[in-house]
């Protein structure tokens, strides 16, 4: 069901406390916002911003995890 509301913010939350295994890209869409909106509409602690400089940092430190399963929708 889409929602138009005047905060799209609040209308993610409660798509996401309704359906926590959505899939983000999807809800992006269905509110007509970004990825990074929905990604910030999160709650705490479930997605962190880094800064892309970064990359070559985590991307190593990822890599002395061990076996990673890494799904990409």
Not at 63 to 70: D, R
């Amino acid at each position: 069901m889409d929602q138009t509301v005047d905060d799209p913010v609040t209308a993610i939350r409660t798509a996401l406390a309704e359906k926590p295994d959505g899939v983000l890209e999807t809800l992006a869409e269905r509110h007509g916002v970004s990825l990074r909106m929905v990604l910030d509409a999160l709650p705490e602690g479930q997605a962190t911003a880094i800064d892309g400089a970064r990359f070559p940092e985590i991307w190593a430190e990822l890599g002395t995890w061990g076996t990673v399963m890494l799904i990409v929708h």
